[in-house]
C-alpha cells in the first residue's frame, strides 16, 4: 500500500462521531464568519499544537529558539498542565503536534506525554531535529505510539546541512532516522510515518534530488519541501532561494523584497487551531513565536472558557476586517510541500 494512503487512513481512523460534529461545527462557524464578517465559533479545535520546551541544542538563524531571542521565558512543559488539557480535549481534538519551537526530545517525559495523548487515540506527531533518536528513544518512541515524525533535515552533505543547522551533525540526523526506521520494522509497527522535511534556503536548493534519493536509500516514507519564512525579507536575504517556486517572497523593481501572497481578511487557522506554550499560554498560531498575542492561560482558565472569551471573539474579528494590521500576520504565508 501506498504510504501517504497508508498514514492517510491511520488519520481518518482517529475520527469519530463527536470529532466529526466537531470538525463540521468548525467550518460551518468559519464560513458563516467570513461571509458575514462577523466572528462565530460553536465547536472546539480540531488541531493543537502543544509546546514540549522552548530549549534547543541547534543555533538556526532564522529561529527564535536557536537564535536565543525570546522575550518570553525559557521552560519544560509541565506533565500535569498537559493531561489536564487533554483530558478537557480529548473528546473532539483530533490532531496534536507536539512542536512549536524548539527541540521536543529535550524534554525529559516527552514520550510519556505522547503516550498519554495517543492513549486516547488522537493522531500525534512531532518535528524533530534527529539529534537525539539513539537506539533507546527510537524503540521507545515506536512504543509511544507517535503517528508522525518530521524530521528536519535541511542539507545532503554536512558542509551544507550546516549553513543553516548551526552546530547540527548530518551523520547524528542519519543515524537517528535509521534507529526510528529499524525499530518500527523490529516492532512491526505501521507508525510513526517518517517525513523528511527539507527548507529550502539559497545554500541548499541544488540539493532537491540528492535528498529525494536519500530519503528513498533509507526508506523514509515521505519527503516534503517547505519554504522559509524570513523576518528580515525586505532588502533580502542570502537566505531566500533563486527557484521561484520556493522562495516566499519576491524582488520589487527598487530591488526591495515583498511577499508573494495576498493576505486576505480571514484565516482558517484561527477557527480550527491554535497554540499552547510550554507554561500554557493559548496564542492563535504558529507565527507567533514570542507568545505576543496572549489569549488566555491556562493555568487559571479552562481551555473552553479561553476559546470562547471576548479576547478571542475580539481577535477572529480583526482577521475578517483588517488582518493586515495584525503585525502577527504580515509575513504570513503558507510553505510549499512537495510529497515525495
Not at 527539507?198 to 523514509?220: I, M, R, S, T
Request: proline share 4%; hydrophobic share 35%.
Amino acid at each position: 500500500m501506498n504510504r501517504n494512503i497508508q498514514d492517510g487512513l491511520n488519520f481518518f481512523s482517529k475520527v469519530t462521531p463527536a470529532r466529526a460534529w466537531n470538525a463540521l461545527k468548525n467550518v460551518s462557524s468559519y464560513i458563516e464568519s467570513k461571509i458575514t464578517g462577523n466572528s462565530v465559533h460553536r465547536g472546539l479545535p480540531i488541531a493543537l499544537s502543544i509546546e514540549p520546551t522552548t530549549s534547543c541544542n541547534l543555533r538556526c538563524p532564522e529561529c527564535p529558539s536557536g537564535l536565543r531571542s525570546f522575550t518570553r521565558p525559557i521552560g519544560m512543559l509541565q506533565e500535569s498542565l498537559f493531561t489536564k488539557t487533554i483530558d478537557e480535549l480529548s473528546d473532539t481534538l483530533l490532531y496534536l503536534i507536539f512542536y512549536f519551537q524548539g527541540e521536543p526530545y529535550l524534554h525529559p517525559q516527552f514520550l510519556d506525554l505522547v503516550k498519554y495523548a495517543a492513549a486516547k487515540g488522537i493522531y500525534t506527531a512531532t518535528s524533530t531535529n534527529a539529534h537525539y533518536l539513539n537506539d533507546e528513544n527510537a524503540k521507545k518512541t515506536i512504543e509511544s505510539g507517535l503517528d508522525r515524525m518530521i524530521i528536519s533535515i535541511d542539507g545532503t552533505t554536512q558542509e551544507v546541512y550546516e549553513q543553516y543547522r548551526i552546530g547540527g551533525s548530518l551523520a547524528k540526523v542519519i543515524e537517528g532516522t535509521k534507529n526510528i526506521l529499524r525499530w518500527k520494522k523490529e516492532l512491526n509497527s505501521k507508525t510513526p510515518h517518517v517525513i523528511f522535511q527539507f527548507l529550502v534556503v539559497k545554500p541548499n536548493e541544488h540539493q532537491l534530488d540528492d535528498v529525494v534519493k536519500l530519503a528513498h536509500e533509507l526508506g523514509v516514507d515521505e519527503v516534503a519541501f517547505k519554504t522559509a519564512q524570513i523576518y528580515d525579507y525586505e532588502e533580502g536575504s542570502a537566505l531566500i532561494p533563486s527557484i521561484e517556486k520556493y522562495a516566499r517572497y519576491k524582488q520589487n523593481t527598487d530591488g526591495t523584497y515583498k511577499i508573494k501572497n495576498k493576505l486576505l481578511d480571514h484565516c482558517w487557522k484561527m477557527w480550527h487551531s491554535c497554540v499552547i506554550t510550554w507554561d500554557g499560554l493559548v496564542v492563535p498560531c504558529c507565527f507567533d513565536k514570542d507568545a505576543t498575542y496572549r489569549l488566555g492561560d491556562l493555568k487559571k482558565q479552562s481551555f473552553k472558557d479561553i476559546w470562547q472569551n471576548e479576547k478571542y471573539k475580539t481577535f477572529r474579528q480583526s482577521l475578517t476586517t483588517a488582518r493586515a494590521e495584525i503585525e502577527m500576520c504580515k509575513n504570513c504565508t503558507e510553505g510549499t510541500k512537495v510529497w515525495g
